[in-house]
């Protein structure tokens, strides 16, 4: 699958931060939790791939609402910014 196109200041940014969504197109793999992409539960997923390079279990865990208890950003990150008022 070939990843949507971007403007090359994106790209820029992305590779910086660690991600290459050409690599994980190329060799199938996801850009976040860097396992291979084992398929997809539909279309949209698929779609969201190219998007983003994220997996069908990462699109499940960065897309879940904090009503379903799994905050993706817990312990991954720093979420300080989302505690100032």
């Not at 949507?4 to 994980?24: C, M, N, Q, Y």
């Not at 279309?43 to 190219?50: C, F, N, V």
């Amino acid at each position: 699958m070939k990843p949507t196109e971007k403007s090359p200041e994106i790209e820029s940014f992305l590779k910086s931060i660690g991600v290459d969504r050409h690599a994980a197109a190329t060799t199938q793999t996801c850009v976040w939790c860097k396992n291979p992409v084992d398929g997809f539960r539909d279309a949209l997923s698929r779609k969201e791939y190219g998007i983003s390079g994220l997996c069908q279990s990462c699109q499940d865990k960065v897309f879940s609402s904090e009503d379903e208890g799994d905050d993706p950003m817990d312990g991954d990150f720093d979420a300080d910014w989302r505690n100032e008022e």
